[in-house]
């Protein structure tokens, strides 16, 4: 049920920085708060931004969050190898009544 | 510390049935909606289903529909995930996670394992 749509991969040298994109619609993105999770290699996801551009505690200001309209954004400034994951936005949908992930970008550091 | 703890997982043959748990600790287990979330072998990320503080307003993903339950027990600060009718395309990492008042899931479990096949 991935109604958000991510690119499939980014890329960019150390210390470079990356945007990853999600398109939603407006019973989703539109009109709900937009969160995103960073999942490393067979671990658990963790949460990296939520209400479109908020930080939980102890993730680093080189993670960013913004939205406009039916589109969100993460970036990425300072690319380390330790980012190298998967990562995913997510938003409820009020026509749905679910919660919709995207369909997640793998992030490789060149 | 902050923790979500699941269990339950295993192998199922298809048709079969098995329930999730998901133990809560070092927070105030019944101020917040709860999810479980899966993950297929080498896919993305999927929500299942919401359950609300008080077990009042549950919400599933329609795949699952008349086939799962989500239910909560707050005196015992834990989780289920009622699984029936299992299809081999629910073989995934179920993971429990809590969620915040604008619907972001801020503590994740560390997954178990449900395989169903013959």
């Known amino acids: 049920q991935s109604v958000l749509t991510q690119p499939p991969s980014v890329s960019a040298a150390p210390g470079q920085k990356v945007t990853i994109s999600c398109s939603g619609s407006?019973?989703?993105?539109?009109?709900?708060?937009v969160s995103w999770y960073q999942q490393l290699p067979r671990t658990a996801p963790k949460l990296l931004i939520y209400d479109n551009d908020k930080r939980p505690p102890g993730i680093p200001d080189r993670f960013s969050g913004s939205k406009s309209g039916t589109s969100a954004t993460l970036g990425i400034t300072g690319l380390q190898t330790g980012d190298e994951a998967d990562y995913y936005c997510g938003s409820w949908d009020s026509s749905l009544s679910a919660f919709v992930f995207g369909t997640g970008t793998k992030v490789s550091v060149l | 510390e902050v923790q979500l703890v699941e269990s339950g997982g295993g192998l199922v043959q298809p048709g079969g049935s098995l329930r999730l748990s998901c133990a809560a600790s070092?927070?105030?287990?019944?101020?917040?909606?709860m999810r479980w979330v899966r993950q297929a072998p080498g896919k993305g990320l999927e929500w299942v289903a919401n359950i609300k503080e008080d077990g009042s307003v549950k919400h599933y993903v329609d795949s699952v529909k008349g086939r799962f339950t989500i239910l909560r027990d707050n005196a015992k600060n834990s989780l289920y995930l009622q699984m029936n009718s299992l299809r081999a395309e629910d073989t995934a990492v179920y993971y429990c996670a809590r969620t915040t008042f604008s619907g972001g899931m801020d503590v994740w479990g560390q997954g178990t394992t449900v395989t169903v096949s013959s």
């Open positions: 407006s019973s989703n993105i539109g009109n709900n708060y």
């Open positions: 070092g927070f105030t287990f019944s101020s917040y909606w």
